[in-house]
C-alpha cells in the first residue's frame, strides 16, 4: 500500500510534466499557426482542425490516466 502511496503522486507529476513541456507547447505551436492563416485570411483544412481536436483530447486523456 506504501509503495502505490508513493508512486502514484509520481506518475502524477510525470504526466503534468510531460504534458507541460511537450505536448502544450505544440499545440500552440498549431494554435499560432492557424491564427496566422486567418489573419492572411486562409482557409483552415478539416485536416488542421482536426489535428488540434485530436492534440487536445490526447492532453486531456494523458491528464485523466
Do not use: S
Not at 14 to 30: D, E, R, S, Y
Request: aromatic share 2%; proline share 5%; glycine share 6%.
Amino acid at each position: 500500500m506504501r509503495a502505490l502511496q508513493i508512486e502514484q503522486p509520481l506518475r502524477l507529476v510525470a504526466a503534468i510534466q510531460n504534458v507541460a513541456l511537450v505536448t502544450v507547447p505544440g499545440l500552440l505551436g498549431g494554435i499560432a499557426a492557424l491564427t496566422a492563416m486567418l489573419e492572411e485570411r486562409r482557409q483552415v483544412t478539416p485536416t488542421q482542425a482536426g489535428e488540434l481536436a485530436y492534440q487536445l483530447r490526447t492532453i486531456l486523456q494523458q491528464l485523466k490516466t
